[in-house]
């Protein structure tokens, strides 16, 4: 028997790497909650009991969890972390979050926020456990063996700080009474990295995947909305048993709602009296909610948060078709928070901009299904959540988002900057591109896979994460082509949804679908601040040739894309791949005449091409006219020649 198992073991093993599919494991969770919310004092009284899998290959003799809110406390790391971040100046502003500011500095003792363990039992037995501010570390009485699962059971207590970053109560902004994200103590993830226990200073986040089963009792006066699928539904009427239904009556001082959610990595919810509620339902398709705080005698705001809705019914057909199936039952739009924070199948909005609706919508796929380790890889989520926002809106207005740029110089024909700008720009990706330029201007640049937390400035951190992400997406495009970037984010989905994929994962799906290698442009692009800039260097005839010769001036190696435009209005494409591709582009525009060229060794600094022209055919020499490639000096990119 037992030998019969192990053929079984060997062959069960031979066929998972055939199969070429990641054989990642990772922990699971089964959270259930009870929470009871003192809409008086600001106080949540919570149970909450976690079946955790080890599923990892490691005996695990400690746990560590999330206690977020303890960052809402005056001299706190996050408060710390903000005012010496305040210090600093870039282009007249403080670089601090203007959210954050030194508010937690001044906030009183009802203000700040606390998370508080009462008690903690694995399997029935009491566990010691260590405060280090936002990390609670458990030294367990026993280890967690591999592949074994244990009960965690606690009670914890909080205070709902008053809204400065996220989550809290009061937002001056919205003026929505709770905004309740990371407001449960949460384990943190496992992987093959180890643990990730990283303290709350500022931003991006990381879970282990699992079901939700959370029950809130709240003033009944109240409305809810939150991750999951409400499923008392019944007993609480408003729109969620069916569209445009009054809150039921409710005979004791508190409401029940209990809501549950599969397969996902956090949960958020939020509260207010004077919300309204919208639904849609998207056949064979995720219900939506959009909760939203009404402004009595206000239509028009009525109507804004009526486009939220019909927005995103609209768009989610070319989302699906782009990056992949949204697989959860529902997804609610919130009003709350400040600016616009995602979580698995809800998002917090402050206010019904289309922009920030799109980008929380694409958060879905680019951190709930694909959720990389925020904190290490911020450009894999905000990047890639950041270009496919910007082909949304594309799809959406109709409009690509150089234009944006265009109707500013329409507006203001006199401003030379903008017309350099606008030369610089590829059509999609426009702002990011942008940003980019300006960060590397600004000198503020660090690598790409710097911690999130520890990047030396605000400005180098969301330039980096957001439009140097979603640059490195567009760019791969110019690389692999366009065609062939789409499929690999198809496929990244399809490889590694749920599955916590870091960038080595990402380069290996865009590896296996182009069949080019890219290991290089991982190590530049992610690993290093080297930029990118080639040039036109000269041009002459030899024995009847006509002769180009291209310069490398920047440290960063690409491929380059070359088109020759003639005096009889024909043009040529010449693609010249550099040699650690191993391989080279199929044309992109099958209406060009298109010559692939000998790979370009990147040691050697000029490159010489030869064209079946005179010379004095020749109009104009351009590298790279989709201007895809992130080259920081344009100016030397092409020749114009006036015979
Ligand atoms: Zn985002």
Same mark, same amino acid.
């Not at 093993?13 to 009871?36: C, I, R």
């Not at 695990?60 to 809402?72: C, G, R």
């Not at 530049?524 to 002459?540: E, F, N």
């Given at each position: 028997?037992?030998?019969?198992?192990?053929?079984?073991?060997?062959?069960?093993?031979?066929?998972?790497?055939?199969?070429?599919?990641?054989?990642?494991?990772?922990?699971?969770?089964?959270?259930?909650?009870?929470?009871?919310?003192?809409?008086?004092?600001?106080?949540?009284?919570?149970?909450?009991?976690?079946?955790?899998?080890?599923?990892?290959?490691?005996d695990?003799?400690?746990?560590?969890?999330?206690?977020?809110?303890?960052?809402?406390q005056?001299?706190?790391?996050?408060?710390?972390r903000?005012?010496?971040?305040?210090?600093?100046?870039n282009?007249?502003?403080?670089?601090?979050?203007?959210r954050?500011?030194?508010?937690?500095?001044n906030?009183?003792?009802?203000?700040?926020?606390?998370?508080?363990?009462?008690?903690?039992?694995?399997?029935?037995?009491?566990?010691?456990?260590?405060?280090?501010?936002?990390?609670?570390?458990?030294?367990?009485?026993?280890?967690?063996?591999?592949?074994?699962?244990?009960?965690?059971?606690?009670?914890?207590?909080?205070?709902?700080?008053?809204?400065?970053?996220?989550?809290?109560?009061?937002?001056?902004?919205?003026?929505?009474?709770?905004?309740?994200?990371?407001?449960?103590?949460?384990?943190?993830?496992?992987?093959?990295?180890?643990?990730?226990?990283?303290?709350?200073?500022?931003?991006?986040?990381?879970?282990?995947?699992?079901?939700?089963?959370?029950?809130?009792?709240?003033?009944?006066?109240?409305?809810?909305?939150?991750?999951?699928?409400?499923?008392?539904?019944?007993?609480?009427?408003?729109?969620y048993?069916?569209?445009?239904t009054?809150?039921?009556?409710?005979?004791?001082?508190?409401?029940?709602?209990?809501?549950?959610?599969?397969?996902?990595?956090?949960?958020?919810w939020?509260?207010?009296?004077?919300?309204?509620?919208?639904?849609?339902?998207?056949?064979?398709?995720?219900?939506?909610?959009?909760?939203?705080?009404?402004?009595?005698?206000?239509?028009?705001?009525?109507?804004?948060?009526?486009?939220?809705?019909?927005?995103a019914?609209?768009?989610?057909?070319?989302?699906?078709?782009?990056?992949?199936?949204?697989?959860?039952?529902?997804?609610?739009?919130?009003?709350?928070?400040?600016?616009?924070?995602?979580?698995?199948?809800?998002?917090?909005?402050?206010?019904?901009?289309?922009?920030?609706?799109?980008?929380?919508?694409?958060?879905?796929?680019?951190?709930?299904?694909?959720?990389?380790?925020?904190?290490?890889?911020?450009?894999?989520?905000?990047?890639?959540?950041?270009?496919?926002?910007?082909?949304?809106?594309?799809?959406?207005?109709?409009?690509?988002?150089?234009?944006?740029?265009?109707?500013?110089?329409?507006?203001?024909?006199?401003n030379?900057?903008?017309?350099?700008?606008?030369?610089?720009?590829?059509?999609?990706?426009?702002?990011?591109?942008?940003?980019?330029?300006?960060?590397?201007k600004?000198?503020?640049d660090?690598?790409?896979c710097?911690?999130?937390?520890?990047?030396?400035?605000?400005?180098?951190?969301?330039? +980096?994460?957001?439009?140097?992400?979603? *640059?490195?997406? #567009?760019?791969?495009?110019?690389?692999?082509? &366009?065609? %062939?970037?789409? /499929?690999?984010?198809?496929?990244?989905?399809?490889?590694?949804?749920?599955?916590?994929?870091?960038?080595?994962?990402?380069?290996?799906v865009?590896?296996?679908?182009s069949?080019?290698?890219?290991?290089?442009?991982?190590?530049?692009?992610?690993?290093?601040?080297?930029?990118?800039?080639?040039?036109?260097?000269?041009?002459?005839?030899?024995?009847?040739?006509?002769?180009?010769?291209i310069?490398?001036?920047?440290?960063?190696?690409?491929?380059?894309?070359?088109?020759?435009?003639?005096k009889?209005?024909?043009?040529?494409?010449?693609?010249?791949p550099?040699?650690?591709?191993?391989?080279?582009?199929?044309?992109?525009?099958?209406?060009?005449?298109?010559?692939?060229?000998?790979?370009?060794?990147?040691?050697?600094?000029?490159?010489?091409?030869?064209? +079946?022209k005179?010379?004095?055919?020749? *109009?104009?020499? #351009?590298?790279?006219?989709?201007?895809?490639? &992130?080259? %920081?000096?344009? /100016?030397?990119?092409?020749?114009?020649?006036?015979?």
């Open positions: 028997m037992r030998n019969i198992f192990l053929l079984f073991i060997f062959y069960f093993l031979l066929f998972l790497s055939a199969t070429g599919q990641s054989q990642k494991w990772q922990q699971s969770v089964k959270y259930t909650m009870v929470v009871d919310v003192d809409t008086l004092s600001n106080h949540v009284n919570g149970k909450q009991k976690i079946i955790y899998q080890n599923n990892s290959i490691d695990l003799d400690k746990v560590y969890y999330h206690l977020y809110w303890n960052a809402f005056p001299n706190s790391s996050m408060d710390s903000s005012r010496e971040l305040g210090k600093k100046v282009n007249g502003r403080q670089d601090w979050d203007g954050v500011r030194d508010r937690i500095l906030l009183k003792e009802n203000e700040i926020g606390y998370q508080k363990i009462i008690s903690l039992k694995m399997n029935g037995i009491p566990q010691p456990f260590k405060y280090h501010e936002t990390i609670l570390e458990v030294n367990l009485t026993k280890p967690i063996l591999a592949k074994t699962a244990v009960v965690f059971e606690m009670e914890f207590e909080s205070q709902i700080p008053l809204q400065v970053r996220r989550s809290g109560r009061d937002n001056p902004q919205t003026g929505v009474r709770y905004s309740m994200s990371q407001w449960y103590p949460k384990i943190c993830e496992y992987d093959e990295e180890g643990w990730h226990p990283t303290p709350y200073v500022a931003r991006e986040f990381y879970g282990v995947w699992g079901d939700f089963d959370v029950t809130i009792n709240i003033d009944k006066s109240y409305k809810l909305g939150g991750t999951g699928v409400l499923i008392n539904a019944n007993q609480i009427g408003w729109g048993d069916k569209p445009g009054s809150l039921k009556p409710c005979s004791t001082s508190k409401r029940v709602w209990h809501f549950v959610g599969k397969n996902i990595h956090d949960f958020v939020a509260a207010d009296p004077d919300y309204k509620h919208i639904t849609r339902t998207i056949k064979n398709g995720p219900a939506l909610h959009v909760i939203y705080n009404d402004v009595p005698n206000n239509s028009a705001n009525d109507t804004l948060w009526m486009n939220v809705a019909d927005a019914v609209k768009v989610l057909p070319f989302i699906e078709q782009h990056f992949g199936k949204y697989p959860y039952p529902q997804y609610s739009f919130i009003h709350g928070g400040d600016g616009g924070m995602e979580y698995p199948m809800a998002t917090l909005i402050s206010g019904p901009s289309l922009g920030t609706v799109f980008h929380e919508w694409m958060h879905s796929w680019y951190q709930m299904m694909l959720g990389t380790n925020e904190g290490k890889y911020s450009w894999m989520d905000e990047g890639f959540t950041s270009y496919a926002e910007d082909l949304v809106t594309k799809f959406y207005y109709g409009k690509a988002s150089i234009m944006e740029y265009k109707d500013a110089l329409i507006n203001n024909p006199k030379e900057d903008l017309k350099i700008l606008i030369n610089t720009l590829p059509e999609d990706h426009a702002g990011s591109y942008s940003s980019y330029f300006a960060l590397i600004s000198k503020l660090e690598p790409m710097t911690h999130a937390d520890h990047y030396n400035t605000n400005f180098g951190y969301s330039i +980096n994460s957001y439009s140097k992400g979603e *640059v490195f997406m #567009e760019q791969l495009g110019y690389i692999v082509g &366009a065609a %062939v970037r789409d /499929k690999i984010l198809i496929r990244y989905y399809n490889d590694y949804k749920f599955k916590h994929p870091n960038d080595y994962d990402f380069i290996r865009a590896e296996k679908a069949g080019i290698q890219l290991d290089w442009y991982q190590e530049y692009w992610v690993h290093s601040t080297k930029t990118i800039d080639y040039a036109i260097d000269s041009l002459w005839e030899e024995n009847g040739q006509s002769k180009i010769r310069k490398r001036v920047g440290l960063m190696p690409m491929p380059i894309d070359l088109q020759l435009n003639f009889d209005g024909t043009n040529e494409m010449h693609l010249i550099m040699n650690e591709m191993f391989a080279a582009k199929l044309p992109e525009d099958k209406n060009q005449k298109t010559i692939t060229e000998d790979e370009w060794i990147w040691t050697r600094p000029t490159y010489t091409l030869t064209f +079946n005179r010379l004095t055919e020749l *109009v104009k020499a #351009e590298i790279d006219p989709s201007k895809r490639m &992130a080259d %920081v000096d344009r /100016k030397n990119n092409q020749i114009e020649l006036n015979w």
